[in-house]
């Protein structure tokens, strides 16, 4: 029997992925990029000479253009919702597997610098296996001398003699390094390893006397100061306070950040959360320990910190030391005098405190201005002067960027004016100080530049020049009218140094280079690699033709000594 012939009648059934309505809602996912495209277009444009708001304007358009792409495509896309729920997953997937898998560095401008596996140990498990071993190679009998005091005797006191780096930045707290031993012929004789090994992270640079280098290092849960021989890389002695940094942060991290200061035997160090330690230079036996913002608090509450920790280095004047712990209370109320405070530095007893600034990250310093010792300190709004007895302040003046960061310290200029500059846009001015003789204080700009931009890197002026980083850029200003010279090379948030007539950098990427001090644009000396990870935002120091650099990854001590200047 045969079946009877049937005809379907019912509409066919289409594959079609995009109707003319889905091609219609997909208008609106490309007017979206479009718009991100001309708002980053516009900012880059706006921001073009600038480089931190120039990478930072990324992040104010893609998340938010993102954010509003991914509402569409929940939302109002018009595809199922088990298309729009696993693309949704497919992406989560991919991201969480991306940061299981790597981990970023970023750089000073905000930028990813570098991947690096997660199966990798970090630079904290490096430096703590490091430390392992130098302890388990400690022979019985180094121990046992060690321990046993009838066999040890008193080490000599440590004494400043010519060469030497007490402190931030030298004895002038300039950059500058007079006489310096230093070959500039890196073809034929390239600086020479003589240690290198890991420590803690931190952004503090070395004070070296003898052959004692004194740096800062974040050991675990412990803020430390220690001494390296110099020699050697040896450690020699570490203080631990048991304090960290509480931030979590692309590139700044936890850790100390300010440069120890010696003075008269002894060591005075600050840490990120206000630890101001005084410690025997040659044993690094505590002599006095306070918390500058428990001090600068009510009794009850502790001043609040500044966003990436305290900064400053300790300034020693006369018998006191200065530190500034701002004078900001949580909440931003700005209650107490305490913005720059000074301590007896034998007895460790806060003699003054004055001020309501808040705290920025720059070191303070002296210079007589009009005849008068002027303790000047860059606070977050801009600068100010204080006096060296009972700390008032004698003038203001404003310069303040969004995130409130000064890190540069000002310069005098050999007509007692003031070079005093800062990043993110804002640039330096030059600043004319008048009073004194029963007159007010007053501080006058005589010009103003954007194009000179220390972010957190000091600059020097040498022979009516100003040489520095604007912003990641190699500079060289006329401070007599606030005109750019030159500009040369990309180096990143690296530090200088001004050895004799030549400028010595270690760049935020590791690279050593020597370039000439000169208003006309120069060419490169030398260069040198050093580091291969990390980024180096620490000042190097040259001593007697040795030069110590650092990261918050390791030190290394080389040898660019010049046999003939020696001679």
């Not at 320990?289 to 509450?301: E, F, Q, R, V, W």
């Amino acid at each position: 029997m045969s079946l009877p012939l049937t005809t379907n009648t019912s509409a066919p059934v289409t594959s079609a992925p995009l109707t003319k309505d889905l091609r219609g809602r997909w208008v609106w996912a490309v007017g979206i990029l479009a718009i991100a495209c001309i708002a980053q277009g516009t900012l880059w444009a706006k921001w073009w000479e600038d480089p931190t708001f120039f990478n930072m304007s990324v992040l104010f358009v893609w998340p938010a253009a993102l954010f509003v792409l991914a509402i569409w495509w929940i939302f109002f896309s018009g595809w199922s919702w088990r298309v729009r729920m696993g693309l949704v997953g497919v992406i989560a997937a991919l991201v969480i597997g991306f940061f299981n898998l790597y981990r970023l560095e970023w750089d000073g401008g905000m930028v990813p610098r570098r991947l690096i596996l997660r199966s990798k140990p970090t630079a904290e498990e490096i430096a703590r296996q490091y430390r392992k071993q130098q302890l388990a190679s400690t022979s019985a009998a180094e121990k046992k001398v060690i321990g046993d005091d009838s066999q040890r005797t008193d080490p000599l006191p440590l004494v400043v003699t010519e060469g030497d780096w007490p402190g931030f930045r030298g004895p002038q707290r300039d950059g500058i390094v007079r006489n310096g031993s230093l070959r500039r012929d890196w073809q034929s004789a390239p600086p020479k390893q003589i240690w290198r090994h890991p420590l803690g992270r931190a952004w503090s640079s070395f004070a070296v006397v003898g052959n004692h280098a004194f740096t800062q290092e974040q050991r675990d849960e412990h803020e430390c100061v220690v001494a390296y021989d110099l020699d050697t890389g040896s450690e020699l002695w570490a203080h631990e306070d048991k304090t960290i940094l509480s931030i979590v942060d692309a590139n700044g991290g936890p850790g100390p950040h300010a440069s120890p200061q010696f003075d008269d035997g002894l060591l005075y160090t600050l840490g990120g959360t206000g630890v101001l330690n005084c410690l025997e230079a040659t044993t690094g036996k505590p002599v006095w320990s306070t918390n500058i913002l428990k001090d600068a608090g009510d009794g009850k509450t502790a001043a609040a910190n500044i966003e990436w920790g305290i900064s400053g280095s300790p300034l020693i004047v006369d018998n006191l030391v200065i530190v500034a712990p701002g004078g900001t209370m949580k909440e931003g109320t700005l209650g107490f005098d305490q913005g720059v405070a000074a301590y007896d530095k034998k007895s460790g007893q806060r003699v003054w405190a004055a001020g309501k600034r808040q705290a920025s990250y720059g070191s303070p310093r002296v210079e007589d201005l009009g005849g008068i010792r002027q303790l000047l300190i860059p606070n977050g709004d801009g600068l100010s002067a204080h006096s060296l007895d009972g700390g008032k302040e004698l003038w203001f003046f404003p310069l303040a960027n969004p995130p409130k960061v000064n890190s540069a310290m000002p310069w005098k200029l050999d007509d007692g004016s003031l070079l005093f500059g800062t990043g993110y846009g804002v640039g330096s001015v030059r600043l004319d100080i008048t009073g004194g003789d029963g007159q007010e204080w007053t501080a006058k700009q005589r010009w103003q530049t954007n194009r000179f931009r220390p972010k957190f890197n000091d600059f020097f002026v040498l022979d009516g020049h100003a040489y520095g980083l604007d912003d990641g850029t190699l500079a060289c200003l006329d401070v007599e009218n606030g005109k750019v010279k030159w500009k040369s090379g990309r180096y990143g948030y690296g530090q200088l140094l001004l050895v004799d007539d030549v400028i010595l950098i270690i760049t935020e990427d590791g690279d050593l280079l020597l370039v000439p001090a000169t208003p006309t644009k120069p060419e490169t000396i030398a260069t040198f690699k050093v580091f291969d990870s990390g980024f180096c935002w620490n000042h190097p120091v040259l001593v007697r033709g040795k030069l110590l650099v650092r990261n918050a990854v390791e030190a290394v001590c080389l040898d660019v000594s010049d046999a003939k200047k020696e001679d």
